[in-house]
């Protein structure tokens, strides 16, 4: 007969080892075990390592700032360090300024130059026009078609046909397209990061 | 007529020391944040491993408690609430950016060597000799670097319950996985630092 092989140590049963209140065979097969007793060794070198690791002191102004952000204060409120948070929005709200006024100056100066140059401007932009109308018109036309085509056009055109009809339709219709708007925006702004429960 | 007794803060429990805050008392503030820097400052160090980065989070971290110490339901540990927000600031973080360069030789955004000094994970005793001090940073560096190489769900589980000392059932809460989940994630964590520091061992 083959002897049975005891089942080696549980998580809550290596736990207890090392807190002394190991249960009986927990006790005993660590006696007679060379793998659980190895493991066991190694597991408390581990422990012993992480129990000694430091713990870090944040900068003695970070009270300081999280006191004057609760309680804004002239005299509490820091001095904007190098690279702190409120440093960076400024240089974020600087950037897209900047940006603005750029984009702002380009196209003023491109109106600009337009009204004092109109034939070259309409010579330029002609064409591009054209392009463009042409290819929004074949766009509309595609999607008309397209829609005329479907099978449950004749059911919609049906039930649009009188007013009485189509306000309560459209305004269900609106309702739910605002729903779903608000539901998605809460969803993507929500964080994993929250304050509550 | 007797004049009102100073509180003596450090005797009361962190319930007690939210109820003042919860009437706007600034020395309660100080209080909390006196109990609760080192811990949550250090967890999100060990996390997301960049001082500064660590700084903005702990900052985040204490703004939202203590913007929002209302809302603290007193039937939970305080030190749940705190950890559970310190936790999740620094798993947002990590989603956001992929971490994966070590601080412990100082962040990777410093320039001068003040910089990369005040950047860097500091391993060090007041007490050690010199040579203590270099063997024990080089022990202290293979440590970090071994938690560093973790999962960040075995991170948060094995920093709670081996560096912070929190019981499982604290670490259950503030992760909000079920007991024994987390106690696997302990386990396997603990398994992977024993082989990631087998050389520690055999020394």
């Known amino acids: 007969m083959i002897p049975e092989i005891p089942a080696h140590l549980s998580i809550d049963e290596l736990d207890a080892l090392h807190d002394g209140s190991a249960s009986p065979r927990a006790t005993s097969h660590i006696a007679t075990c060379l793998q659980c007793t190895n493991l066991l060794a190694q597991d408390r070198r581990v422990l012993a390592l992480l129990a000694a690791l430091p713990t870090w002191d944040a900068s003695p102004r970070l009270a300081v700032r999280v006191l004057a952000e609760l309680h804004p204060h002239p005299t509490l409120a820091p001095a904007a360090t190098p690279g702190s948070t409120a440093d960076r929005a400024m240089a974020a709200r600087r950037r897209v300024m900047v940006g603005g006024l750029l984009t702002g100056s380009l196209v003023t100066a491109g109106c600009a130059w337009a009204a004092f140059n109109p034939t070259t401007a309409a010579g330029l932009a002609g064409p591009i026009v054209q392009e463009v109308t042409h290819a929004l018109w074949l766009a509309v036309q595609a999607v008309t078609a397209n829609t005329l085509e479907q099978p449950w056009f004749g059911a919609v055109r049906d039930a649009l046909a009188t007013p009485a009809r189509a306000v309560p339709l459209l305004a269900v219709a609106g309702l739910t397209y605002v729903a779903v708007l608000i539901g998605f925006r809460k969803v993507l702004s929500r964080s994993v990061t929250r304050a509550s429960w | ?203």
């Open chain 2, 1 to 203: 007529m007797t004049l009102p007794t100073p509180v003596d803060w450090r005797m009361l429990t962190d319930q007690e020391v939210v109820r003042h805050a919860v009437l706007g008392r600034e020395v309660a503030y100080q209080e909390l944040m006196r109990r609760y820097q080192r811990p949550v400052f250090s967890l999100i160090y060990r996390m997301v491993r960049n001082r500064e980065l660590a700084e903005d989070l702990t900052q985040e971290t204490f703004i939202k408690v203590l913007g929002a110490i209302e809302s603290y339901r007193p039937e939970y540990r305080f030190s749940s609430w705190i950890f559970k927000i310190a936790n999740n600031a620094s798993i947002d973080q990590l989603r956001r950016r992929a971490l994966d360069t070590l601080s412990l030789d100082g962040s990777p955004h410093a320039e001068t060597p003040d910089a990369i000094e005040a950047t860097s994970l500091q391993i060090r005793d007041a007490t050690e000799s010199p040579l203590d001090e270099v063997a024990n940073r080089e022990l202290g560096a293979q440590i970090e670097e071994a938690i560093g190489q973790l999962r960040p769900e075995y991170r948060s589980c094995i920093l709670l319950r081996h560096v912070e000392g929190r019981p499982y059932e604290e670490i259950a809460e503030i992760l909000d996985l079920p007991l024994g989940t987390v106690k696997t994630y302990i386990h396997r964590a603990r398994n992977e630092l024993r082989i990631l520091l087998a050389d520690l061992h055999e020394e």
